[in-house]
Structure formats: structure tokens, C-alpha cells
């Protein structure tokens, strides 16, 4: 199981830290990631982590968006800076056993998924 949280509205430029709270065994053993939906567009990877905490971005948030782990309260953060108005989505979390490096920002890699928080910049 994974809930979300933090997410709200933000002027161009600021900052957000959103979390995602998992059942422990989810946490420990799962790559776990951050996507974002906004209206009409496909689901985007942005950030993902594995349980080692090797970490990839996309070009799009690379600099900006940092994931990190808290393994002792299950969670994961994405910490998102410097942000902008294409920025704003539907951000959810998703967790999976070992998906390949490859693929690991495609969200056909993930089956646990939550429900998401909203990210509105303007």
C-alpha cells in the first residue's frame, strides 16, 4: 500500500516536498518511484530510486527534483525545486521489484501503485 501526501499549490519558482508512505515490506524490497499525469498527457516518470539508493531523473526535472529515502519511516520524498507551471500534474507514487534499469522512469515497470496528490504551480 502506498498513500501520498504534501501536495498543493506553488508559484513558478518554488518548492514542494512531497512523500510517500509504504507498508515495510513494500519499502524495503521495491524500486520505488515518482510519476506525474497532467490532463491529456501520458503518465512521465520523474524520479526513482532503488532499494540500494541509486537514483535517475529525466532531463525534464533533472537538477531540480531530488528522491530520497527515510528507511526508517517507510517513506520516500521527492524534495521539487525551482518549479514551474509545466510542472503541474497529478503526482503519484509507484513501487516494483527490481524493473529493469532501462526502464525503470516507464510505468509499465510498476504494479503497486498509489492514488496520487496534486501539484498545481502557477
Known amino acids: 500500500q502506498l498513500v501520498e501526501s504534501g501536495g498543493g499549490s506553488v508559484q513558478a519558482g518554488g518548492s514542494l516536498r512531497l512523500s510517500c508512505v509504504a507498508s515495510a515490506v513494500t519499502y524495503r524490497i521495491n524500486c520505488m518511484a515518482w510519476f506525474r499525469q497532467a490532463p491529456g498527457k501520458e503518465r512521465e516518470g520523474v524520479a526513482a530510486?532503488?532499494?540500494?539508493?541509486?537514483?535517475r531523473y529525466p532531463d525534464s526535472v533533472k537538477g531540480r527534483f531530488t528522491i530520497s529515502r527515510d528507511n526508517a519511516e517507510n517513506t520516500l520524498y521527492p524534495q521539487m525545486d525551482s518549479l514551474k507551471p509545466e510542472d503541474t500534474a497529478m503526482y503519484v507514487c509507484a513501487a516494483d521489484t527490481a524493473p529493469p534499469w532501462s526502464q525503470v522512469l516507464s510505468p509499465i515497470s510498476y504494479t503497486h501503485w498509489g492514488k496520487g496528490t496534486q501539484v498545481t504551480v502557477s
Open positions: 530510486i532503488t532499494n540500494h539508493g541509486i537514483t
